[in-house]
């Protein structure tokens, strides 16, 4: 049996921190078993806030309990190859929220991709994912439209040699411009921060 433990730390735009913990273990075939707990669970006393956990087999069905909330997610995914593309389906439903979600998805090429989501009362939103390059240089934009907000959505990011990727998001239903900078590098380490001017600045200086 395979037993992982990953961690996890980091602060919000008020610079509160906040700590995160998940156990996973893998007792027989492609099973998976996780527990997961946050600060909550043990800031002041043990407690149920915080606590999780999930059953789930890698690309067909994920079972996810919250304590707390007591809630229950069912989510079932599924891939069928339909004139030579790829289809791929995952249906979710929140028992207790009352939450579904539908998302379809059709890969034209390894460049090209087709994705509608349908939720559960927010409505239909579809994304259009455009690859160009080889990695780790890679750029992708993914342009998308709410049907229901009858807005534009747009998101271009850029990986770079050395595990650092940058991705901007552009929201013209609120005229919200978001910065996203992100390093995976077992070298140099892993980071990831959220921002705006300051992390552009950032990036620049870092490349002069």
């Known amino acids: 049996m395979k037993v992982m433990l990953k961690g996890k730390y980091g602060t919000d735009k008020?610079?509160?921190?906040?700590?995160?913990?998940?156990?996973?273990?893998a007792p027989a075939g492609d099973l998976r078993l996780k527990a997961?707990?946050?600060?909550?669970?043990?800031?002041?006393?043990a407690s149920l806030d915080g606590l999780s956990f999930s059953l789930e087999k890698p690309g067909s069905l994920i079972l996810d309990f919250n304590v707390p909330k007591r809630d229950v997610t069912f989510q079932f995914m599924n891939s069928v190859c339909l004139a030579e593309k790829l289809v791929s389906l995952t249906y979710?439903?929140?028992?207790?929220?009352?939450?579904?979600?539908?998302?379809?998805?059709?890969e034209f090429d390894p460049a090209n991709?087709?994705?509608?989501?349908?939720?559960?009362?927010?409505?239909?939103?579809v994304k259009y994912v455009?690859?160009?390059?080889?990695?780790?240089?890679?750029?992708?934009?993914?342009?998308?439209?709410?049907?229901?907000?009858?807005?534009?959505?747009?998101?271009?990011?850029?990986?770079?040699?050395?595990g650092d990727s940058l991705k901007a998001t552009y929201l013209?239903?609120?005229?919200?411009?978001?910065?996203?900078?992100?390093?995976?590098?077992?070298?140099?380490?892993s980071f990831k921060t959220v921002g705006g001017q300051k992390i552009l600045?950032?990036?620049?200086?870092?490349?002069l």
């Open 92 to 106: 979710r439903h929140a028992w207790r929220e009352n939450r579904t979600a539908l998302d379809c998805s059709v």
């Open 172 to 189: 013209t239903s609120t005229k919200i411009l978001g910065v996203e900078w992100s390093r995976d590098s077992k070298i140099n380490g």
């Open 14 to 25: 008020s610079a509160a921190a906040s700590a995160s913990a998940t156990l996973s273990a």
């Open 36 to 45: 997961s707990v946050t600060d909550a669970t043990f800031l002041r006393c």
């Open 201 to 207: 600045r950032m990036m620049r200086e870092r490349m």
């Open 130 to 162: 455009y690859a160009h390059g080889e990695m780790p240089r890679r750029t992708v934009l993914e342009p998308s439209y709410d049907l229901s907000k009858n807005a534009w959505d747009f998101a271009v990011s850029r990986k770079f040699d050395g």
């Open 113 to 125: 991709k087709l994705a509608v989501n349908y939720a559960l009362p927010t409505g239909c939103k």
